[in-house]
C-alpha cells in the first residue's frame, strides 16, 4: 500500500471515522490535503485535537500514516512555537515529574488505603529514571520551563 499523503483519493473515510470531529471543528482529510500540498496552517488550533485513537488509520483504504502525519505536523507546529499551553503545561509536568499527569495528594491517599505504596515504582521513585527523562528532553530542545 501506498502510505504517502499524496496518495489520498479524498474519500472522507478518515474524517467519517475521528471521534472528534464529532464534537469540535477538526477535519481529518482537510489537514491531510493541506499536508500533501504543503500548506499547513500552524496557527490552526484544530492540529490539536486530533486524540491519536488511530481511527482514520485503520480505515484508511490507502494505508496512509494519518495519525503519525498529525503528530509530525504538531512537533513542527512546536518548533515554530504553536502550541497551546495545556500542551506546555504536559511537558513542565513531565520535566517534573516523569509523568504527563502529576500524582496529586488525593492520589497518594488512595494508593495509601489501597494498601499500595504512596508512589508507584516509576520516574517517582527512581531518581535517575527522571533525569533520562529530562535528558532526553533537553537533548531533543524541548522547553519545559515555567
Same mark, same amino acid.
Given at each position: 500500500?501506498?502510505?504517502?499523503?499524496?496518495? $489520498?483519493?479524498? =474519500?472522507?473515510? *478518515?474524517?467519517?471515522? %475521528? #471521534?472528534? &470531529?464529532?464534537?469540535?471543528?477538526?477535519?481529518?482529510? !482537510?489537514?491531510?490535503?493541506?499536508?500533501?500540498?504543503?500548506?499547513?496552517?500552524?496557527?490552526?488550533?484544530?492540529?490539536?485535537? $486530533?486524540?491519536? =485513537?488511530?481511527? *482514520?488509520?485503520?480505515? %484508511? #483504504?490507502? &494505508?496512509?500514516?494519518?495519525?503519525?502525519?498529525?503528530? !509530525?505536523?504538531?512537533?513542527?507546529?512546536?518548533?515554530?512555537?504553536?502550541?497551546?499551553?495545556?500542551?506546555?503545561?504536559?511537558?513542565?509536568?513531565?520535566?517534573?515529574?516523569?509523568?504527563?499527569?502529576?500524582?496529586?495528594?488525593?492520589?497518594?491517599?488512595?494508593?495509601?488505603?489501597?494498601?499500595?505504596?504512596?508512589?508507584?515504582?516509576?520516574?517517582?521513585?527512581?531518581?535517575?529514571?527522571?533525569?533520562?527523562?529530562?535528558?532526553?528532553?533537553?537533548?531533543?530542545?524541548?522547553?519545559?520551563?515555567?
Amino acid at each position: 500500500m501506498n502510505k504517502d499523503v499524496r496518495s $489520498c483519493m479524498k =474519500c472522507g473515510s *478518515c474524517t467519517a471515522s %475521528c #471521534p472528534s &470531529g464529532r464534537v469540535v471543528a477538526f477535519r481529518t482529510r !482537510k489537514l491531510v490535503e493541506d499536508r500533501a500540498i504543503g500548506e499547513i496552517d500552524y496557527d490552526d488550533l484544530s492540529l490539536w485535537y $486530533c486524540t491519536t =485513537c488511530f481511527n *482514520c488509520m485503520e480505515r %484508511c #483504504p490507502r &494505508g496512509i500514516d494519518i495519525t503519525d502525519e498529525i503528530l !509530525k505536523i504538531r512537533e513542527e507546529a512546536y518548533r515554530k512555537g504553536k502550541v497551546l499551553e495545556p500542551h506546555r503545561a504536559v511537558l513542565r509536568y513531565i520535566y517534573r515529574s516523569g509523568h504527563a499527569v502529576p500524582i496529586n495528594p488525593e492520589v497518594r491517599e488512595k494508593r495509601m488505603a489501597l494498601g499500595l505504596s504512596e508512589l508507584p515504582p516509576t520516574t517517582h521513585t527512581f531518581e535517575e529514571a527522571l533525569l533520562e527523562v529530562r535528558r532526553i528532553m533537553e537533548d531533543e530542545g524541548i522547553e519545559y520551563k515555567e
